[in-house]
């Protein structure tokens, strides 16, 4: 079992940042990979971004590269999703997801945490 739990959204101007968090427990935390996902009313959840378990690999939505930063900290049990120069489109319940059998199944999801954007 892990737990996930997300914080760090809010509302925010276009051009703005925010820096999300996700704390991990139940399992070591540097045995799994991590990726972000979201979702927009109306439309499927979408991948965003992804990090290894050591941390070294990571790989991003083409929609968000060069603005979001994925990373981690296993002495801390957390990921962190920073992004930068946000756009009224990346407005989104965002969630954090743990791949802990290495499938990019994504057994485990936090709860979300709410990010809006204004124009």
């Known amino acids: 079992q892990v737990q996930l739990v997300e914080s760090g959204g809010g509302l925010v101007q276009a051009g703005g940042s925010l820096r999300l968090s996700c704390v991990a427990s139940?399992?070591?935390?540097?045995?799994?990979?991590m990726g972000w996902f979201r979702q927009s009313p109306g439309k499927e959840r979408e991948f965003v971004s992804l990090i290894s378990k050591s941390g070294r690999s990571t790989y991003y939505v083409d929609a968000v590269k060069g603005r979001f930063t994925i990373s981690r900290d296993n002495a801390k049990n957390t990921v962190w999703l920073q992004m930068n120069s946000l756009k009224p489109e990346d407005t989104a319940i965002y969630y954090c997801a743990a791949d802990v059998e290495g499938s990019e199944e994504y057994e485990y999801w936090g709860q979300g945490t709410q990010v809006t954007v204004s124009s």
């Open positions: 139940g399992r070591t935390f540097s045995s799994y990979a």
